[in-house]
């Protein structure tokens, strides 16, 4: 029953002088509709209809036509390789199921036969090797199929053909014998069989039915065939014109993207993103008015910053833009998605609000689009589109653009904020670098210095066992006094670096300044007693002044050490003087003042530096590490005060000024 010779490859060994050529799917279709319609236009009695199709779903495809031409003739056969129910039948007409590995499973054929007409396409698919990676449509692949063969009007062509096309359908369908005869006599078929068998150029005898000449198409026949073709081809036309006008704009959205992208991406200055980005948007969608501006989900208002305008439309830069007054910003933020509204003129919620309204009429707003910047479910900003006037609104590929704008926009303003900050912290981190690197250097000086004055001193005393008493007496104690300083500067550099690592529990109290001020002056008379005579000290703290916040104990500590420091560096004849008063409304000033040797004008600030000391490290004649200011600056500053230092110059006295926060 399997018939493997390809019907093309009969009908083309029987009549040599055909020429094959190649026909794509869609012409197929075309051709083959325009032949059906032959029949379905025609007024021929019982013509012959043979259609072969490759499987049953290209058939399904057609089925409701075949049905349409069985009304008009007895005579149709539907031949299909079948999938689910194509079976061999007769319903409506003829159904020839034949099996998959028949030839007829590659090939497509049409038969149209009648009296005042003739026509055939049979053709084989020329199989191309698919790409498996392409991914375009199933649909466009399917039409852009080939096929080889055959189509003409030539009566005896076809009939060859219905004669091949018959002789297969007898070979499944058996019991059709009788119908197939008719359909025999009355297109003359076994006739041309017979004839062209004893002589090629004896034509067959046309039948009576039969038109006079089947060579030439009969010409109201062929102009009918024609205007139904051309029908098809314009309807295929119109397709193709519609996929590629798809085309062209995805294409136009994809430029227009990669174009704004790319711009965006070149620079890393947010501002010159968004001139980019409204510049690119309005022109591409022939805005007359484009907006693009920073803002937040809760902002008030926006100032309007960049702007793209059409010539004749009224400008809105500089202008303050409500937000929060917006219902249309407040819906396009807490959906985090796009509003558009058409018509301003027929949207409820314009008409029914009076400010958005008078904005709509101010700034002549006929289509209003707006499209949150957005990074992970945060407000960027906004991008707003206005139509103005008679300017026509936006298809809906045209907002997906301005939303596809908008996610590049805002991943872009991310990455320039992100490099910013970024920028800003390695600022940070090379200063802390740069900080960290001279003090290694400082203190590694600060402490050799008292190290090899302990070291010479021990050495000396190890090495000259005849050492006078008195001077061992003098290298001990040199020794013990460095090895004190060493362990102070130890000691005031860990509280330094405490306080500047920012990780300083601070115990914040209510305090009365009177009884700080207290503790600090009796440290400071004990530590000193040991030393040497201390200057006068007076103390004008009130207790009447408001209580303070801070903590305590670093209260008492800064005090100490401004108190210790005016000591220090004053004769016991001067005086030292503690004093505080309000400075203003919501801060204590305290002062510290000394008669004693005073500070340059430009050494004022560079005393609160750290190991800053104006004699040296290696010729202090008043001990100290040079750190104590610097300890100070960090605690009062931790607090929110202030610290500072005033002098009249050298030898004329000092003073030192800080602030504390009233409770
Ligand atoms: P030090 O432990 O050396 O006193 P400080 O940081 O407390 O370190 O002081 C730094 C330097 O500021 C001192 O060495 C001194 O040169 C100067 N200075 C501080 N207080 C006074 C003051 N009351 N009068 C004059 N100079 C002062």
């Not at 049905?67 to 039948?89: C, G, H, M, W």
């Not at 407000?379 to 301005?402: F, K, N, T, Y």
């Not at 008063?581 to 305290?590: I, L």
């Not at 340059?600 to 040079?626: H, P």
């Amino acid at each position: 029953m399997i018939v493997p010779i390809s019907l093309l490859a009969e009908l083309l060994q029987a009549l040599p002088q055909l020429r094959a050529q190649i026909y794509f799917k869609s012409s197929m279709t075309a051709l083959s509709h325009a032949m059906e319609d032959l029949v379905l236009a025609g007024s021929d009695e019982e013509p012959l209809v043979i259609a072969s199709f490759q499987h049953e779903r290209f058939y399904r495809e057609e089925a409701h036509r075949y049905r349409r031409i069985a009304d008009r003739t007895s005579q149709v056969y539907v031949l299909s390789a079948p999938e689910t129910e194509f079976k061999n039948s007769s319903e409506s007409h003829e159904t020839v199921a034949f099996a998959p590995e028949d030839a007829l499973s590659k090939e497509w054929h049409l038969v149209v036969l009648g009296q005042h007409y003739s026509t055939c396409l049979i053709c084989h698919e020329k199989i191309v090797p698919i790409d498996h990676q392409d991914d375009r449509d199933p649909l466009l692949i399917d039409q852009a199929r080939r096929f080889e063969g055959i189509w003409t009007f030539d009566r005896e062509v076809s009939c060859k053909a219905a004669e091949l096309l018959l002789d297969k359908i007898l070979k499944y369908r058996p019991e059709l014998a009788e119908k197939i005869d008719r359909a025999r006599t009355t297109y003359n078929l076994a006739k041309i069989k017979k004839t062209r068998k004893s002589s090629a150029s004896k034509s067959a005898k046309p039948d009576k039915n039969a038109a006079k000449d089947s060579k030439i198409p009969n010409p109201k026949l062929s102009d009918a065939f024609a205007e139904r073709l051309v029908t098809y081809l314009q309807s295929g036309q119109h397709k193709l014109l519609r996929a590629y006008a798809a085309i062209a704009a995805q294409e136009r959205k994809e430029r227009l993207i990669n174009l704004i992208t790319t711009a965006m991406r070149r620079s890393l200055n947010p501002q010159e993103i968004v001139e980019v980005a409204v510049q690119e948007l309005g022109t591409a969608l022939s805005a007359s008015r484009c907006l693009i501006y920073r803002c937040k989900a809760a902002d008030i208002a926006a100032k309007i910053d960049r702007e793209f305008l059409r010539p004749g439309t009224n400008s809105l830069l500089d202008q303050t833009w409500q937000l929060q007054k917006n219902p249309i910003f407040r819906d396009a933020v807490t959906r985090q998605e796009r509003v558009y509204i058409q018509e301003t003129a027929q949207d409820p919620l314009i008409v029914n609000t009076k400010s958005l309204a008078e904005t709509v009429k101010n700034w002549q707003i006929v289509s209003w689009l707006m499209v949150p910047v957005l990074y992970q479910g945060r407000v960027l900003g906004m991008v707003e589109m206005h139509q103005c006037r008679s300017a026509s609104p936006w298809e809906e590929d045209e907002i997906a653009l301005v939303e596809a704008i908008a996610t590049q926009l805002g991943a872009a303003l991310i990455q320039a904020e992100t490099y910013a900050n970024l920028e800003e912290l390695n600022q940070q981190l090379e200063a802390l670098d740069r900080t960290r690197s001279n003090l290694i250097a400082i203190t590694g000086h600060e402490l050799r210095t008292p190290l090899s004055t302990i070291q010479v001193c021990l050495e000396s005393l190890n090495s000259e066992p005849d050492m006078p008493q008195e001077l061992r007496q003098i290298m001990l104690e040199t020794a013990l006094g460095d090895a004190d300083r060493m362990r102070k500067l130890v000691q005031d550099f860990l509280t330094l670096s405490h306080l500047e690592s920012g990780r300083v529990k601070w115990n914040v109290e209510s305090l009365t300044l009177q009884e700080c001020v207290d503790l600090a002056l009796s440290s400071v008379r004990s530590r000193r007693v040991v030393d040497r005579q201390l200057p006068k000290i007076i103390a004008e703290v009130s207790a009447e002044l408001p209580l303070v916040e801070a903590d305590g104990e670093w209260l008492v500590e800064v005090l100490s050490k401004l108190l210790d420091n005016a000591c220090k560096f004053t004769t016991p004849q001067g005086t030292v003087t503690i004093r505080a008063k309000c400075n203003g409304s919501r801060m204590v000033e305290v002062l510290v003042t000394d008669t004693g040797r005073g500070i340059e004008a430009s050494s004022l600030k560079i005393v609160f530096d750290r190991f800053y000391q104006e004699e040296g490290s290696l010729r202090r004649s008043a001990g100290g590490t040079g750190l104590g200011l610097a300890i100070c600056k960090q605690i009062v500053t931790g607090w929110g005060g202030n610290i500072w230092a005033d002098s009249a110059g050298k030898d004329r006295g000092s003073e030192f000024h800080f602030t504390i926060p009233i409770v």
